[in-house]
């Protein structure tokens, strides 16, 4: 992104390969911990119970990207 610019975003797919994927979850897995963590929001309460470990990798980086708008929207 530039500096000063705002991102733009065209509608349609993403495209993000398997192994991508791997390596992106725990990624925002771990950023949906550090800004709850830094505004007193507890994980656990914007995660819900909807993340199951038997949820496929789509599936939990819905349910983190979901919350971390939540939670942006709390901390606001």
Known sequence: MPIGGRIRS???PVEILAHQLE???PIVAD???KPAAANSI?????LGHSL???DG???S???HLK???RILRESA
């Open 57 to 59: 990798k789509i599936v």
């Open 31 to 33: 950023h949906t911990k």
């Open 10 to 12: 065209s509608p349609g």
């Open 61 to 63: 980086l819905q349910h």
């Open 52 to 54: 199951r470990g038997g």
């Open 67 to 69: 919350a971390q708008d």
């Open 23 to 25: 390596v992106l979850v």
């Open 42 to 46: 507890d994980v656990s309460d914007v």
